[in-house]
């Protein structure tokens, strides 16, 4: 979308990049030269935040919003090796005369003190990663619980074909999108982790959401839960009372 035409976006639900609508945006921040800075979103449980333009793409009447983790994570795997290797070059052009010592002893402790602070802002999107990977967690948990019960309840009769199917379709697709972005976060937690151990080929992969597998029922592949096992769903027996036909 054209900057023009940027103020048709206002009001516009954003979504984010699994496809949960998030809040919408609310308005723009401007330069005295009409550039845009910023622009202010209102997420849905109500607040109000300014975020940088680079944390939204415009698609025509499509706004998305940008993981911060993930684009700070992906700038972080191409830097940190570049660092190496820009460090290693200076080992090898000190070592072969090119450059004095003093030239390398410089430099060298310019490039140790940008890694290092590299290697702290690395962690960091670790540890939010961990996090989120655990909210995403505690979500697929949660919905594989809602599907058991709907199973349930349509296998009693208590939930017609109409609403199960409706309700299900509906729990299929988030589980869909918190399964999608737990691996999303996997991935770039993996990377990062990779390249702060020096695997410099951690960057070369761009980091691609896996689709899960399709969900049909719950007892079939509704959600990989190996690393949480669930415990048993409670049985609910329905009693119907019927009368005496004596009248007793």
């Known amino acids: 979308m054209s ?17 949960r609508v998030i809040g919408k945006v609310a308005s723009f921040a401007l330069s005295p030269n009409g550039k845009f800075d910023a622009v202010y979103i209102e997420f849905g449980d109500g607040q109000f935040t300014k975020h940088p333009m680079e944390a939204l793409r ?8 940008i993981s911060k983790i993930k684009s ?6 191409d830097h940190i090796p570049l660092i190496w290797r820009k460090d290693e070059a200076l080992k090898e052009l000190v070592d072969k005369k090119k450059i004095t010592p003093e030239v390398y002893q410089d430099l060298h402790v310019s490039f140790e003190n940008v890694l290092s602070q590299l290697k702290k802002e690395a962690q960091v999107i670790i540890d939010e990663s961990a996090i989120e990977i655990e909210r995403c967690q505690e979500e697929i ?28 379709a509906l729990l299929q697709e988030t ?35 896996v689709a899960p597998k399709p969900v049909n029922k719950i007892y079939a592949e509704t959600v990989n839960t190996a690393a949480t096992k669930l415990p048993e769903p409670p049985v609910v027996v329905y009693v119907k009372e019927i009368a005496n036909k004596t009248g007793i």
């Open 175 to 209: 589980l869909r999108r918190a399964t999608a972005e737990k691996t999303d976060f996997e991935l770039t937690k993996s990377k990062l982790s990779s390249v702060l151990l020096g695997d410099q080929s951690g960057s070369s992969q761009p980091s691609t959401p």
């Open 72 to 77: 700070q994570a992906g700038t972080l795997c």
């Open 3 to 19: 900057t023009s035409n940027l103020f048709l976006s206002i009001g516009k639900p954003i979504k984010n990049e699994y496809g």
């Open 141 to 168: 948990t949660s919905l594989s619980y809602a599907i058991a019960n709907l199973e349930i309840e349509h296998e009693i009769g208590k939930v017609d074909e109409e609403n199960y199917k409706a309700a299900f």
């Open 58 to 65: 415009f698609n025509g009447p499509e706004v998305t919003f």
